[in-house]
């Protein structure tokens, strides 16, 4: 059974600072990996996918990398800015045709002014 | 927002009531989901349907139906609530990119059971 983890589960950071959130899953045979952002009571945003034939993808501050054989993704924010603060989710596509996802409980960060 | 809407938003219920909470889309999507979140949790699948008629099961499945009679919307049942059931549900839909599929997510139903 796949399983998503995400190191840490909250992170506080000052305005500025560059930072990276981490995302493990036990079965690399994944089709694909989708971060997403989750502000409080809202729902989700999908921020980058990743294919499993990708290395990286980028977007604007986002850097999100794979390395499927390890069973890991980064995602690098830089420049930090308070209103970066939300959850962040890890998910991954364990089946490709239905895309179900599984998802890591996510790392909540805080970026303070 | 790949034009998702849910409704409602936000429902109180009574243990051993039928609910039903609709998913609906306005941009012909073939594949559509239904999860839960929860504190200690995260996002787990309920359901997820492949077309009109066609559904299938996830992970945390039992307690729930759901029905797809029309492209738009995907209903999800709770034939008989109960406490366990109170939670936030998120309908998806995926929409091609490409070669892959990336899933867009609903605004959310909190729904709590007394």
């Known amino acids: 059974k796949q399983e998503v983890t995400q190191i840490p589960a909250a992170l506080s950071v000052p305005e500025g600072e560059n930072l990276v959130l981490n995302c493990s899953f036990t079965?690399?045979?994944?089709?694909?990996l989708q971060w997403f952002r989750q502000d409080p009571g809202k729902g989700l945003t999908s921020l980058l996918l990743?294919?499993?034939?990708?290395r990286e993808q980028t977007s604007g501050r986002l850097n999100a990398s794979l390395d499927k054989s390890s069973g890991r993704s980064t995602l690098y924010i830089a420049a930090s800015q308070p209103g970066d603060s939300a959850t962040y989710l890890c998910?991954?596509?364990?089946?490709?045709?239905?895309?179900?996802?599984?998802f890591g409980k996510g790392t909540k960060l805080t970026v303070n002014p | 927002d790949a034009g998702i809407t849910q409704s409602p938003r936000h429902k109180v219920t009574e243990t051993g009531t039928p609910v039903t909470l609709r998913c609906h889309q306005t941009e012909n999507h073939r594949y559509m989901y239904w999860y839960r979140q929860d504190p200690g949790h995260g996002l787990r699948l309920i359901h997820y349907?492949?077309?009109?008629?066609?559904?299938d099961k996830g992970e945390v499945s039992d307690g729930y139906s759901v029905s797809r009679s029309k492209t738009e919307d995907f209903l999800l049942t709770l034939e008989s609530a109960t406490s366990s059931q109170t939670s936030v549900y998120f309908c998806a839909i995926s929409e091609h990119r490409g070669v892959v599929r990336e899933q867009y997510f609903g605004p959310g139903t909190r729904l709590t059971v007394t």
């Open positions: 990743i294919q499993s034939s990708q």
């Open positions: 998910a991954v596509t364990t089946q490709g045709g239905s895309e179900k996802l599984v």
């Open positions: 079965d690399s045979a994944i089709y694909n």
């Open positions: 349907s492949y077309g009109v008629k066609d559904t």
